[in-house]
């Protein structure tokens, strides 16, 4: 399809109540050469485990063959279980995967963190310590003539009022000036308590599938949009709603899997193996091919 250059008009769409880029900022890739490498969900926790020192160790071994030949690494939300930052104080337990962030942006990468659910609290640590730009919660990017969307994916359905009322609440500078009262230990105890009596939730071990995106989507690509890329339901899949795709790197807490995109290009890939997972059809988006949901598929 053919996609018009980005312009600084974009944000005033957003005003429209049913439009996609209500939240939304411009983004603009350098080139028509820009590569982006994609992943999600690694729900690191704050108190290192051996499961999560090997999902890190297995995320620096993907990126160590994946990403030279990538130009943006992006991080779609949800890389950590809880982020806070006080004035003078960052969460302990992620020094591995900053050190890894680190060091691609001296190998010259532009790596961006979208904030998701459970890291929404991004403060300047990123950008001054890490060189690492801290997103909007979504953007719009060019590759050559593609027009992409990013985004983490959590509350894009207007409907589900209770969760977009919660979501101002936790986002308001009053709560996060109340939050940042709490000694850090006692926040930090907070949050791993609030993440743990998640994960034993029902609504967290359902499946979750795509097909929730599908609206959203849909107005995107109304809009100009040729890839929507979410996140969030763990769920790896690429979707032809021509004449655009919806993409979801899936997760790297269980199933290690990522996204490629360039100006020709799409695929959703497992690791170690660097399979592409096959383009499905609309029809198809309830059966992703590595199963779906928070839980092993």
Not at 22 to 44: E, M, N, Q, V, W
């Amino acid at each position: 399809m053919t996609s018009r250059p980005a312009t600084t008009n974009d944000r005033g769409r957003g005003r429209d109540s049913a439009s996609p880029f209500r939240a939304g900022g411009i983004s603009r890739l350098p080139t028509a050469d820009s590569r982006l490498l994609i992943f999600s969900d690694l729900h690191l926790p704050q108190l290192p485990t051996q499961e999560s020192v090997a999902r890190v160790d297995e995320l620096a071994e993907m990126l160590a063959v994946e990403a030279p030949r990538a130009t943006h690494i992006v991080l779609l939300g949800d890389i950590f279980d809880f982020w806070f930052e006080y004035p003078h104080v960052v969460p302990g337990g992620f020094h591995r995967l900053l050190c890894a962030l680190r060091d691609l942006v001296g190998q010259g990468k532009d790596v961006v963190l979208f904030p998701g659910n459970h890291d929404f609290w991004l403060g300047n640590f990123f950008p001054r310590e890490i060189g690492v730009r801290v997103a909007e919660e979504r953007e719009i990017w060019n590759v050559g003539a593609r027009r992409i969307m990013l985004t983490h994916g959590d509350g894009l359905n207007p409907s589900d009022r209770g969760y977009h009322l919660l979501k101002r609440l936790l986002r308001n500078r009053a709560a996060i000036r109340a939050f940042g009262l709490l000694h850090p230990e006692v926040a930090f105890w907070l949050a791993r308590s609030v993440s743990r009596l998640s994960r034993q939730s029902a609504e967290y071990k359902r499946t979750w599938k795509n097909d929730r995106y599908i609206p959203f989507a849909r107005r995107c690509i109304a809009e100009g949009i040729d890839t929507v890329v979410v996140a969030h339901t763990h769920t790896a899949q690429t979707v032809d709603l021509a004449p655009g795709l919806l993409v979801n790197p899936g997760d790297w807490l269980r199933r290690r899997s990522f996204a490629r995109i360039d100006a020709e290009r799409t695929g959703v890939l497992t690791w170690p193996e660097r399979s592409v997972l096959p383009l499905q059809a609309l029809s198809e988006i309830g059966t992703a091919p590595l199963g779906g949901g928070k839980m092993p598929g």
